[in-house]
């Protein structure tokens, strides 16, 4: 079977379960360990961190809390849009089960 490498790259299914099989080989560690004295964390990720790998997981782990947020229903309630951003920041910065006991806050800005 031949399969051209930019065209495999495109093939979103099949970049799926490459990943899967990169998960399974490489093994997750939550905590740095090292291999050859040179740093990794995660599932054989190098470090340091290059800004563009951070960046990445930044929106990743933004994106996902954003979405645990909608389904409080929160968001439906803020209507300002520089609130809205301080609560994403402060959503990012504590967590989504801390920044929801703000009961007060919350409902002083649902007006």
């Known amino acids: 079977m031949s399969l051209e ?5 495109q093939d979103i299914p099949l970049i799926g379960e490459v990943v899967e099989v990169l998960k399974i ?3 997750f560690q ?8 040179k740093p990794h964390i ?4 190098l470090l ?3 800004e563009k790998e951070a960046e990445m997981l930044l929106i990743s782990r933004f994106t996902s809390m954003c979405v645990e947020l909608s ?9 300002d849009k520089l609130a809205l951003k301080i609560i994403l920041d402060m959503m990012y910065q ?3 089960p801390n920044l929801l006991g703000f009961k007060k806050m919350f409902e002083h800005l649902a007006i």
Do not use: F, N, R, W
Not at 5 to 9: I, Q, R, Y
């Open 5 to 9: 490498l930019g065209k495999a790259v």
């Open 25 to 27: 080989t490489e093994g």
């Open 30 to 37: 939550g905590e740095q360990y090292l291999i050859d004295e």
């Open 42 to 45: 995660g599932y054989g990720t």
């Open 48 to 50: 340091p961190l290059t």
């Open 71 to 79: 389904h409080s229903g929160v968001l439906v309630q803020v209507h």
């Open 94 to 96: 504590m967590g989504v």
